[in-house]
């Protein structure tokens, strides 16, 4: 406790010389800056990545299941059957995903088909992402499609009968002859019915949903699936659907959440995230290192307390706990003020949006930059301010040893 007092004494007490104070107060405000950089980019990420999941229910299903090996289940509709059949979900439906090439008038491009069936609209709100037309698989005699708007603006595509989409792939089964290309390729033509965009670029850049037969007729498939989804029944919570899903399933596939789903892209979030945490924690390192420089001066101004305290018999040990406390309070204040600035400009702009994003408004879906605080970013960035206090502080300790060593042996 008395190192304690005296270290607090220090602290706050005017030093004789002016700039002993004036570059004290730089020292606890570099470490201030540092600490609130750190709250506020962590609650940015925060905020982006509460964004994206928010949308997950979008186009994502509840459970999605797929195959463990290989890309297709050979029994999907039989699969999807009995798995509707089970209280804990109200639709289970087979899909079919893979590549292809689209053609609508004259333009051409790569697209990622998604083939469904006359009902998916029950298992997913893909509906509600309608920008233009209406969604559904046929129109009387003919098979429609709905586009992503990136799809839609590259091939400058609308819904209507101007033109029809055409969708082609590699033939998988059967040979090719060689004078015609084209015999190597199956393909199908659909009239476009709707523009969809969920404002994710996963999903807006390249997708077409098309009707189930038809993808199945093109990749020569007849009761194959690339995967099932399934939406929950009311009161079903996700842990409970997953389980029974995977059980259902057994070991021939692999059942996933909507999070589950996402892992990837959530994944890349966080290591950019953890990394740039690193980064700003290095940062921090460096400005609490200027800490030292004041406690060398703060040592030298106060030689005459130390050699009080020795001559009354302070040990080396009392001394050096005096300087330990005095550097690890000074990065501890700035610390504190940091995260106290960094929550509030964060609730600044949680509350009121000051901060905005570059572009054009009507072209963002968000126009603000988002955040959000957690509490455990909090804890890891007082954690980092405490240890480098400690670790200031004993290198200030050390610095204070060898002084008092050195006024005993003037003396």
């Not at 046929?138 to 708007?149: K, N, T, Y």
């Not at 996963?202 to 699936?225: C, F, H, Q, W």
């Not at 953890?274 to 700003?280: G, H, Q, R, S």
């Amino acid at each position: 406790m008395t190192a304690l007092r005296i270290a607090l004494r220090y602290l706050f007490s005017r030093k004789r010389h002016n700039a002993v104070n004036v570059i004290s107060w730089i020292s606890v405000a570099g470490v201030a800056v540092a600490t609130a950089a750190i709250v506020c980019v962590l609650s940015v990420f925060n905020g982006f990545s509460g964004i994206a999941m928010s949308r997950l229910s979008e186009i994502d299903p509840d459970i999605k299941i797929v195959p463990v090996s290989g890309k297709t289940f050979s029994n999907a509709d039989s699969l999807a059957a009995e798995l509707a059949r089970r209280p804990e979900f109200e639709v289970a439906v087979p899909v079919v995903e893979e590549r292809a090439l689209a053609i609508y008038a004259g333009r051409q491009m790569p697209v990622s088909i998604k083939g469904v069936p006359d009902n998916y609209g029950e298992v997913t709100n893909v509906g509600s992402t309608v920008i233009d037309g209406e969604l559904m698989t046929r129109d009387g005699d003919f098979q429609c499609a709905a586009l992503s708007v990136g799809v839609a603006l590259s091939l400058n595509a609308r819904p209507g009968y101007y033109d029809l989409l055409q969708l082609y792939a590699p033939r998988r089964i059967g040979r090719v002859n060689t004078a015609n290309p084209m015999t190597a390729f199956r393909g199908d033509s659909l009239v476009v019915s709707a523009v969809y965009e969920v404002e994710q670029s996963e999903y807006d850049t390249d997708r077409a949903i098309v009707p189930l037969s038809t993808a199945r007729k093109i990749l020569d498939y007849t009761n194959e699936g690339t995967a099932i989804e399934i939406k929950l029944a009311p009161g079903v919570g996700e842990k409970q659907g997953l389980a029974v899903a995977q059980k259902a399933i057994g070991g021939g596939g692999i059942a996933q959440t909507r999070l589950m789903q996402q892992a990837e892209s959530f994944r890349m979030i966080s290591v950019e995230k953890w990394i740039t945490f690193l980064m700003l924690a290095f940062i921090l390192v460096i400005a609490s290192f200027n800490v030292l420089s004041i406690m060398s001066m703060l040592i030298i101004e106060k030689k005459d307390n130390i050699a009080t305290l020795s001559a009354l018999g302070a040990t080396p040990g009392l001394v050096r706990r005096i300087f330990v406390l005095e550097g690890w309070l000074i990065s501890l204040l700035g610390g504190a003020v940091g995260m106290i600035i960094g929550v509030v400009l964060c609730f600044v702009q949680q509350h009121w949006g000051l901060i905005k994003l570059s572009g054009d408004p009507s072209q963002l879906s968000v126009t603000v930059y988002p955040v959000h605080l957690a509490l455990g970013d909090l804890a890891a960035i007082a954690l980092i301010v405490v240890l480098t206090g400690l670790l200031i502080g004993w290198i200030a300790g050390r610095m204070s040893v060898s002084r008092t060593e050195s006024l005993r042996n003037e003396d």
